[in-house]
């Protein structure tokens, strides 16, 4: 571990999830066990196999979109965050901003906007939309559709320094964002970085894109039912928006001007998987690897964790090759350590997830209070975790691990504290 | 003052219009009938674009299961990377590759052409556009093509083709994401959390859907092919091309205990950003020259400049420059703007120029011939047409 001085903290938290806004209301839901999941309002659900989602539907943007709406959701919580660690000045963050985004392009109204435009009847081809593009006034749709519109979009609002770096892992993109933010403290380059993983790209064809590739659940009836990890009947994730920020802090500069900690983030891990596009390789060795380099870097023995925040997708797979690696890394203690899986409640946050999870985690301490596994009604014999079944529990953990595994191979996993 | 926590270039990968590696790139740009432009014109007039030399895919991806898993953007990351692991001489080493962490700057990948040409000729008269959208997305689109889109993906397939598994971090964002890939690797490198890194992307122009959303912001060149700088009076203008570039970044130290030879050193790297208002970008640069300042050596130094094309971001970047003085290339004349792999193509052909004692040959009347045997270092510089401002000082190692 890292001397003292730059032991990483979290003074600042923020989250948006289909529960709700804010810590409070998300804590009030997730430990009454409700679910967010619903009928998808936001487009025709006709012919779809999946008709569900963690929608965030309380918040509107003038011109929809995902990288709009993303936006939007990162600017809130960002601000909670902000405002929470009382750090700065409004609009002058000291430090760097980076940012979990899910990948960003022209979606179909915008397409069907440059189609109108360019006059084709009967067939419309891509030099019709080239020429439309040339012709009207697109200007806007180009900048909304850089991938770097909103890292500089919430940069020029909250001041933060430097340039803000965008990351996609995949489903583990959260967890990148925050290890980008820990090294950047623990190299001495800032005393502060703002964090934030932010998805809301529910639309037709990013649902479709999932469904393609049978990796969501088409439980459709009740929505609240979907979203089953662990269980024996799991068959998929739901897809689901939100967006966690974190205000992390070197501990000597959160001590200095005497911010209340909320927890540190004292290691993280990454391992990559060599193996195929979407499944994990069948000996879990990059997961156990990862969970192992994350315990490594915090400086702690496995039997010093107290709480698993399992990345918990509910697919068939996910959820196998995840006990795979915890019965590796804890041994007999695995099925007797607590891993719930946020995701039951709120869905699969995608890009968002490593950060929602960790702020979740973080909480949990906190609060001495762990977030159940929802709609664990009948158990997998070949997965004998204890999931928190169904009810929140009280607990006194000290450290929790926070698993997060990307399409692509990619794996995070962030161990974080209670104290400093 | 060398030390062990030096940031060294130790392979190369490079593919573009110009052909595929380091000697043919040099050859191309010192070409003694003076530079040639690579250019399709005809594919997507009136934008011409600068297209992939014509690659051996089975050199670099074996398997042709993996080629067909892949759309072009990520083959062409994909080959590029195996060629820098070959040039670092770590191609198929099993133990260095699964410490080797990867960082990747990428956009997203192909859209299916055909489907959304049919979806958007149909919906204006779909009696429900919604079912309609919903079920011609569904039962258009190859199931996989998703895996090819995914910003992350090429990093997948760099892991899954090459085994570079240490780790994998993708960040997205253009210009300004190619020199942060590059920046955290030799911040990590500093800090000693890690010590061999991949780093690099990949963009391919011949696709019409890139070409569609530079067109929205008016920022493409559609006149006579001419240099970047040759298009500024006439208001400007990006002309795309396709390039794969990675590079192998490693430890002063890490190198020395493998026998690597480094071709060059990454002596300083700062990457920064503005809201684009007059002056406000030459401020950053100036800034970022401050910082590398200590390690600038003006009188055996040369630039190697990222410009766009884009009018504004180009006027003003020559501006700087012509302050600085040195002798000035401007790659996107020859290379084509490429956007995410744009910088670290630039710090490709800097180390391949400083590790060759020279700068190469002039690619516009206005700049400055040089003399061989004398280049020490150079300055990489990348501004992005809409945001975000690197530079980069490349020295021998």
């Known amino acids: 571990?890292?001397?003292?001085?730059?032991?990483?903290?979290?003074?600042?938290?923020?989250?948006?999830?289909?529960?709700?806004?804010?810590?409070?209301?998300?804590?009030?839901?997730?430990?009454?066990?409700?679910?967010?999941?619903?009928?998808?309002?936001?487009?025709?659900?006709?012919?779809?196999?999946?008709?569900i989602a963690g929608t965030v539907d309380f918040i509107a943007v003038p011109e929809p979109s995902a990288p709009a709406m993303s936006e939007r959701l990162a600017e809130l919580v960002i601000e909670e965050a902000i405002a929470e660690a009382g750090i700065g000045r409004p609009g002058d963050f000291p430090g760097p901003l980076f940012l979990a985004l899910p990948p960003v392009e022209l979606e179909w109204p915008q397409r069907q906007a440059l189609a109108a435009a360019s006059g084709a009847n009967d067939s419309v081809t891509y030099d019709d939309l080239l020429r439309a593009a040339d012709s009207g006034d697109f200007t806007a749709y180009f900048r909304r559709f850089l991938f770097s519109s909103v890292g500089q979009n919430l940069a020029d609002r909250f001041g933060a320094k430097g340039s803000p770096i965008a990351t996609s892992t995949a489903c583990a993109s959260g967890g990148t964002a925050i290890q980008l933010g820990v090294e950047a403290i623990r190299r001495g380059e800032t005393d502060a970085a703002l964090v934030v993983g932010t998805d809301a790209s529910v639309n037709p064809e990013s649902l479709i894109r999932f469904s393609l590739l049978s990796a969501l659940s088409t439980r459709n009836d009740p929505p609240s039912s979907a979203s089953r990890p662990f269980s024996k009947d799991r068959e998929g994730f739901v897809m689901a928006e939100g967006a966690g920020a974190l205000v992390l802090e070197s501990l000597s500069s959160a001590r200095a001007r005497g911010a209340t900690i909320l927890g540190t983030v004292a290691g993280c891990g990454e391992a990559a998987d060599g193996f195929h596009r979407t499944r994990s390789s069948p000996d879990g060795k990059p997961i156990i690897a990862c969970m192992r380099k994350g315990l490594a870097d915090a400086g702690l023995d496995p039997d010093k964790i107290g709480y698993i925040n399992a990345h918990g997708t509910g697919t068939p797979e996910n959820d196998k090759m995840e006990w795979v690696g915890v019965s590796a890394v804890f041994g007999e203690r695995a099925g007797s350590i607590p891993m719930s899986s946020n995701k039951s409640m709120i869905g699969h946050t995608l890009t968002a997830a490593g950060a929602i999870e960790a702020i979740f985690s973080l909480m949990a301490m906190r609060n001495g209070v762990l977030p159940p596994t929802i709609n664990y009604d009948i158990p997998d014999p070949t997965l004998p975790v204890d999931c928190v079944p169904n009810v929140a529990r009280a607990a006194d953990v000290a450290y929790a691990i926070s698993n997060s595994f990307g399409f692509g191979g990619q794996n995070v996993c962030v161990v974080l504290g209670r104290e400093p | 003052m060398q030390h062990e926590r030096d940031a060294l270039i130790t392979g190369i990968g490079l593919i573009s219009c110009l052909g595929e590696g380091a000697d043919a790139h040099w050859a191309a740009l010192n070409d003694p009938n003076g530079f040639q432009p690579v250019l399709d014109r005809a594919s997507f007039a009136p934008y011409a674009v600068h297209p992939m030399t014509a690659l051996t895919l089975d050199k670099q991806i074996p398997k042709r299961g993996d080629q067909r898993q892949m759309e072009a953007w990520q083959r062409i990351g994909t080959y590029a990377a195996g060629a820098a692991l070959e040039s670092a001489g770590i191609k198929g080493d099993t133990a260095i590759l699964e410490r080797t962490d990867m960082i990747v700057a990428a956009g997203g990948g192909e859209r299916d052409y055909a489907v959304d040409q049919s979806i958007l000729s149909a919906l204006p008269k779909a009696e429900n556009p919604g079912a309609y959208l919903n079920e011609h997305l569904l039962g258009d689109i190859r199931p996989t093509l998703f895996l090819a889109q995914l910003s992350n993906l090429l990093a997948g397939n760099i892991s899954l083709v090459h085994g570079v598994i240490g780790s994998s971090r993708t960040f997205m964002g253009e210009e300004t994401s190619g020199a942060d890939a590059v920046r955290i690797a030799c911040a990590r490198i500093g800090a000693g959390s890690g010590d061999i890194f991949l780093v690099g992307g990949s963009y391919n122009a011949q696709r019409a859907d890139v070409l569609l959303h530079y067109a929205m912001g008016r920022t493409l060149w559609k006149g006579e092919p001419t240099s970047v700088q040759g298009r500024m009076p006439a208001g400007g203008g990006m002309t795309i091309g396709s390039v794969g570039c990675f590079l192998v970044i490693e430890s002063r130290a890490h190198a020395a205990a493998r026998g690597a030879r480094a071709l060059a050193e990454i002596a300083g790297i700062e990457t920064g950003r503005c809201q684009r208002l007059p002056h406000q970008a030459s401020e950053v640069a100036e800034g970022q020259l401050a910082a590398l300042g200590a390690k600038l050596d003006p009188s055996d130094s040369a630039v190697i400049s990222g410009a766009s094309g884009a009018l504004e971001a180009t006027r003003e970047e020559l501006d700087w420059l012509a302050t600085l003085g040195l002798p000035t290339r401007l790659t996107a004349t020859a290379l084509g703007h490429s956007v995410e792999p744009s910088f670290v193509a630039n710090l490709a052909l800097a180390a391949i120029a400083v590790s060759r004692g020279a700068l190469f040959a002039p690619l516009d009347a206005s700049e400055q011939v040089t003399a061989a045997g004398t280049l020490k270092q150079a300055l990489v510089t990348g501004w992005g047409p809409w945001r975000g401002e690197s530079l980069a000082l490349v020295t021998r190692p």
């Open chain 1, 1 to 51: 571990m890292t001397s003292s001085d730059r032991t990483v903290v979290v003074t600042g938290i923020g989250v948006i999830t289909s529960l709700g806004q804010g810590k409070a209301d998300n804590w009030r839901a997730l430990t009454r066990g409700v679910s967010g999941i619903k009928r998808i309002s936001r487009f025709p659900i006709d012919g779809l196999k999946t008709t």
